[in-house]
Structures are given as structure tokens and as C-alpha cells.
């Protein structure tokens, strides 16, 4: 059974960092492509970070520069380092797996940024 467990979320105010972690189990982890996905209220799901298998990134326009993204095949982690947080960037934010065949998806983790 596939797992992908986020952590990391909170409350923190604009300006600030936070770290999501998505730890998977139940699959084989370099060979999927992982990504952060984040959903806003009343908005649709959004590609936010993708860091292939092979290690190349993509980012959303609305956090290049202020966001990165790194994976740890031994430990069956992927990161998504947040900087520069804006109030926009609230929301529930979603690791995935995907190889091309199976999808997965964690849980989701809120993210809210607020002064």
C-alpha cells in the first residue's frame, strides 16, 4: 500500500520560511517523479514544485525564486523549502508520485501565512 505523508505546515507570518516534508512508503521511490501541489480556498489544485526522477525541477511562476525543491531517494523524502512566504501562498499544500502509470497523493498539509 502506497503511502506519502506530509508534515511541516503551519502558521507563519509573510516573510517567513517553512519545510514540508512528504515521506512515501509502498512504492519505489526513484522512479517516480515527485511534486508539491497546493490548493487554495474556492481555487482549483495547482502544480506548485515537480523534481523528476532524474533530478531536474519545475516551478510555478508564482514561487520561482522563492521556493526549492530536493529529494532524498535513500530516504524516501522530498522537500519543498518555502521562503518568502506571501499571504497567497496560504493554502493546503499536497505531495504526489507519479511514474507515468499510478498517482499518488498524500494527505495535504495547511499552510497559512498571516500577520
Known amino acids: 500500500q502506497v503511502q506519502l505523508v506530509e508534515s511541516g505546515g503551519g502558521l507563519v507570518q509573510p516573510g517567513g520560511s517553512l519545510r514540508l516534508s512528504c515521506v512515501a512508503s509502498?512504492?519505489?521511490?526513484?522512479?517516480?517523479?515527485m511534486g508539491w501541489y497546493r490548493q487554495a480556498p474556492g481555487k482549483q489544485r495547482e502544480l506548485v514544485a515537480v523534481?523528476?526522477?532524474?533530478?531536474?525541477?519545475i516551478f510555478a511562476d508564482s514561487v520561482k525564486g522563492r521556493f526549492t525543491i530536493s529529494r532524498d531517494n535513500a530516504k524516501n523524502t522530498v522537500i519543498l523549502q518555502m521562503n518568502s512566504l506571501k499571504p497567497e501562498d496560504r493554502a493546503v499544500y499536497y505531495c504526489?508520485?507519479?511514474?507515468?502509470?499510478?498517482?499518488?497523493w498524500g494527505q495535504g498539509t495547511q499552510v497559512t501565512v498571516s500577520s
Open positions: 523534481i523528476t526522477r532524474g533530478g531536474p525541477t
Open positions: 504526489n508520485g507519479n511514474n507515468g502509470q499510478r498517482n499518488y
Open positions: 509502498g512504492m519505489i521511490f526513484s522512479t517516480y517523479n
